[in-house]
């Protein structure tokens, strides 16, 4: 095993998604959360969008935003690349060559 995929989150528990069902910003979240295999729950944001309490969360009054334990993280791709790194389970993008990610 290398040192990589030691540093890996093993713990998979306190996953949320915030945001709403219809956007395909969160599909694209949870679609990548259930490839990763990574248990999670969804808060429905609807009925908060443009508060207060949603711009703490994400400064630009959109979703998805994700909270892994004290770690809030907003924005699909940074996302995506977030659990892709932080948990175990089938890689979302080659890790050997460079262009290749590209």
């Known amino acids: ?4 995929h030691q540093a890996k989150a ?4 306190d996953v949320v998604v915030l ?3 219809r956007s395909t910003y969160v599909h694209i979240v949870r679609l990548v959360l259930t490839h990763k295999g990574v248990p999670y729950t969804f808060r429905d944001l ?8 949603h ?17 809030t993280l907003y924005e699909s791709s940074g996302i995506a690349i ?4 932080a948990f175990e389970g089938p890689a979302l993008q080659p890790k050997d060559v460079p262009h290749a990610r590209a």
């Open 10 to 13: 093993t713990p998979m528990t």
């Open 55 to 71: 711009l703490a969360l994400h400064p630009f009054d959109r979703v998805p935003i994700l909270q892994h334990g004290d770690f």
């Open 82 to 85: 977030y659990v892709d790194e």
């Open 1 to 4: 095993m290398t040192a990589n």
């Open 46 to 53: 609807e009925p908060e969008m443009g508060s207060a309490s």
């Open 19 to 21: 945001g709403f069902p």
